[in-house]
């Protein structure tokens, strides 16, 4: 399962849907009354006209990717707005007015990658409480903003989905965590050192991204997220990873779990708690041995050890018949694992950078369902890779 945000859900299956859609401002000037969405995307504006006050029932605005650098008040007085996209432009202030917009469900507003705030010296930044005082907004994304905090007028919203990736923010408010509609959790790659101890009381919480940030440690409520399917923890700076890492095993409902560049050396018999697993990703971290209990990873799907200091998988590793893709490279592997050749879904396999594997599996031949093998870089001889090809003759070979 791979969590992908796609912005036009909102507005193209809803939107059009409802017809009166234009891509031209003039057009739908001209036809007020029935314009409902406006799609201005890409167009190169720097400011709106205020005859744009006309459309007063427009539900759906896109703005996104202009040359806008204030919020557009223009649009204040478009009180049946339920969808603005401001995405991609020079904003760095939103408006308090914003809560005039009554109706307004969804508000996408991060701004385009280069903003020179990343590039400037830090100032305290926030959202405007009034924000949240919009009593139908369900999904808010801020990304790229320079925000450095969170106020605690949140907790008053119903919002069900908050991305606020790609800021500054050292602290969520424990508030965060008190909103009883939240289902979705974006807070990569900002400042975070700790999480709210208030965590667990989110049970709806379905997906939680604190990737790229500088956790030192998790919250014992994280083993309550019971509806959780997807967490992403990677990159961050946990004082004892291997412990940390124990309270995840504890969330059952996970689908997609990543734990990569955590330092993880020790991977707990517990994780086998996590039988719902279709995607686990332990890359680039210092794991030499996996415990028996992966073996009840039966849904899963891809599993990715690139970079750690593996040199066998267990014999329960045969237990994962549902597994398509596995990544193996840059380990300590002296010879292809055995457990690996009785999984026949297998479509892509990357052993690549075993350097000091030399010794051929046997049975290889019943991996008949590989499409893609990466031998790159690993010990086997010419004759060997040859042997691979006349044992696996459907298998596109790279090495």
């Excluded at 036009?8 to 739908?28: I, K, M, N, W």
């Excluded at 309550?224 to 399917?229: P, Q, R």
């Amino acid at each position: 399962m791979r969590y992908i945000f796609i912005l036009p859900l909102f507005f193209v299956q809803s939107v059009f849907a409802l017809g009166g859609v234009y891509t031209s401002l003039s057009e739908a000037l001209a036809n007020p009354a029935s314009a409902k969405t406006l799609l201005l995307n890409g167009k190169n504006i720097s400011q709106l006209p205020k005859s744009i006050s006309a459309l007063t029932e427009l539900e759906y605005l896109d703005l996104s990717n202009n040359q806008l650098k204030t919020f557009p008040k223009e649009i204040l007085t478009l009180t049946h707005l339920k969808g603005l996209n401001l995405k991609g432009n020079q904003i760095s202030i939103i408006d308090s007015d914003i809560a005039q917009l009554k109706n307004l469900e969804a508000l996408y507003i991060s701004q385009a990658l280069n903003n020179n705030w990343q590039e400037t010296k830090v100032v305290e930044k926030t959202l405007p409480p009034q924000l949240f005082d919009l009593c139908a907004l369900k999904t808010l994304e801020v990304g790229n903003f320079g925000l450095t905090s969170i106020p605690s007028e949140i907790l008053h919203s119903n919002v069900e989905e908050l991305y606020l990736f790609n800021n500054l923010i050292r602290e969520l408010p424990a508030e965060t965590f008190a909103i009883g509609t939240l289902k979705v959790l974006d807070v990569s790659n900002n400042q975070l050192t700790q999480l709210p101890e208030n965590i667990g009381y989110s049970s709806r919480l379905k997906i939680l991204n604190v990737n790229g940030n500088k956790l030192s440690r998790l919250p014992a409520g994280i083993a309550s997220l019971k509806s959780l399917t997807y967490m992403h923890l990677a990159a961050n700076a946990f004082l004892q990873p291997n412990e940390e890492i124990k309270k995840v095993f504890q969330c059952t409902s996970l689908l997609y779990l990543n734990l990569s560049a955590l330092k993880i050396s020790v991977t707990d018999a517990s994780i086998g708690n996590l039988s719902k697993l279709e995607e686990l990703d332990l890359s680039y971290n210092l794991i030499a041995v996996l415990p028996e209990t992966v073996q009840h990873f039966k849904h899963l799907i891809r599993l990715n050890f690139a970079r750690n200091n593996l040199k066998d998988m267990p014999e329960s590793v045969r237990e994962l018949t549902s597994l398509n893709i596995i990544d193996l490279s840059y380990n300590d592997f002296v010879s292809f694992p055995k457990a690996i050749t009785a999984l026949t879904s297998l479509k892509t396999m990357d052993i690549s950078f075993n350097k000091k594997m030399t010794a051929f599996p046997p049975d290889v031949e019943n991996m008949s369902g590989l499409k893609i093998m990466n031998l790159s870089k690993t010990g086997f001889t010419t004759a060997q890779q040859i042997k691979f090809r006349d044992s696996l003759i459907s298998c596109n070979f790279i090495l």
